[in-house]
């Protein structure tokens, strides 16, 4: 991959990659009508304010020290703007909008951060092709990956504000898709590799590392994501209120949060709607359902089946009957749109039955993006993990048998981070991720 490159060439490249990110978060900035900004659309995150000074604080504090060496300008607002929050135990947050700095003061903080990085990294990645430049690339594609994170994890933020607090964009509609017939998928045995090994030449998070074999019996599984008209049929059949489908820890979620369907859906005149980033719209039937872990998990009990394990989705997706393994679903094709809903083409999901290229070679279809897939698996550390040196807490702060693992990718998630070797992790009772699943058996 990248060693078949000029290194000179793949530094150029990462930096045209960080302009690029920093174009997609700054357009979703400036979706938010400016008088909104301090709000805080997910009562356990952050205000809308933090997120604007955190991508450059997250850079200026990765790079200024480590490649050139840069004075800070301003200690306090790097580290005020340092971290996110991922409260557990029902803990929020309570600041108020008083306690963070005005918008001019966190726009010319964001200013002065890119003038001093871009300056510095023109002048490092030109002079040093040894070394110095080899740690450059590390840390380059760790500020790009996290950048473009935060482009899918705040549009789901912006997803749950009002509509009058967003500027609107003109909406994509999707083709018409032929009905989708719930299906399951035989599966042969075989063995699923996780994880990247050290010795590729390819940019992994720590988490993603050591590669590592795993037997997975046969199974079944569902050809297709869950769609909201199969968890209709859940809630038509009291399945919310049937305390036999949820854990003591779901139960007590669902009930002291008086949650009775998906927190995408929306209720209006005995009809119910799909709330997208910019619209309510009737629900489609044939969408993959958006749910929690909590409540997949409820959905899974109620058809006698299961959530699939991380090793049985990976073998699902990327397995083939002659016992290799594909870099992608479909092949080894780069990501495009034929072959699935990902990349931030859409702001919305689609049938789960739009991308017949995107299957897998067991005929697995919708995989990759239109929706992050919940599995059973706790996140955990790979045999031979080690932390990031430089971002120590990037996974192991989240080793702590609360967090899932999802597979997968959504209609925002960057084509760089729909590798094989990707985990990515929430707790069980956060409803407003773009995650749906589907069941095995």
């Not at 080690?386 to 597979?407: C, I, M, N, Q, T």
Request: hydrophobic share 40%.
């Amino acid at each position: 991959m990248l060693a078949a490159q000029n290194p000179v060439e793949v530094r150029n490249e990462l930096l045209d990659r960080l302009a690029d990110a920093r174009a997609r978060t700054d357009e979703l900035f400036n979706l938010v009508r400016p008088e909104f900004l301090y709000e805080r659309p997910i009562p356990e995150r952050h205000r809308i304010i933090f997120y604007l000074g955190h991508l450059e604080a997250f850079d200026w504090n990765l790079l200024r020290e480590r490649l050139f060496g840069r004075e800070a300008f301003d200690a306090k607002l790097d580290r005020l703007f340092a971290f996110g929050i991922d409260p557990v135990a029902g803990e929020l947050p309570s600041d108020q909008p008083a306690d963070w700095p005005p918008l001019d003061k966190v726009l010319g903080y964001r200013r002065q951060v890119r003038d001093s990085l871009d300056a510095g990294l023109q002048q490092l990645l030109a002079s040093n092709p040894g070394p110095a430049g080899h740690t450059a690339t590390l840390l380059l594609n760790v500020a790009i990956e996290h950048r473009l994170m935060h482009a899918e994890t705040f549009t789901y933020m912006l997803h749950q504000m009002p509509l009058q607090s967003k500027k609107q964009l003109p909406q994509t509609t999707a083709s018409p898709v032929s009905p989708v017939v719930p299906t399951m998928i035989e599966i042969p045995e075989g063995f699923a590799t996780l994880g990247l090994s050290r010795d590729q030449d390819a940019f992994g998070w720590d988490n993603e590392y050591e590669a590592h074999s795993v037997k997975v019996p046969a199974f079944a599984i569902d050809k297709y994501k869950v769609t909201n008209g199969q968890f209709l049929e859940f809630i038509a059949a009291g399945g919310y209120e049937n305390r036999d489908l949820w854990t003591d820890v779901g139960w007590k979620w669902k009930t002291e949060n008086n949650i009775s369907f998906p927190s995408f859906w929306r209720r209006m005149d005995d009809r119910w709607f799909f709330r997208t980033m910019f619209d309510n719209v009737p629900l489609r039937l044939d969408w993959p359902v958006y749910v929690s872990h909590a409540e997949a998990s409820a959905y899974a009990r109620w058809q006698g089946k299961a959530l699939p394990t991380e090793a049985q989705w990976h073998q699902a997706a990327y397995g083939t009957p002659q016992g290799t393994q594909r870099p992608y679903p479909w092949g080894s094709n780069a990501p495009t749109a034929e072959f699935g809903n990902f990349d931030f083409h859409r702001w919305d999901p689609v049938s789960v039955a739009a991308f017949p290229r995107g299957e897998s070679a067991f005929g697995v279809a919708d995989l990759v993006g239109n929706g992050w897939e919940w599995t059973s698996t706790l996140f955990g550390p790979f045999a031979g993990f080690e932390r990031f040196p430089f971002y120590p807490g990037y996974s192991a702060d989240f080793f702590d048998g609360k967090h899932y693992v999802l597979k997968g990718g959504s209609a925002r998630t960057a084509a760089c981070m729909l590798r094989a070797s990707f985990r990515n992790w929430f707790q069980a009772h956060y409803p407003y991720i773009y995650t749906g699943f589907r069941c095995v058996r």
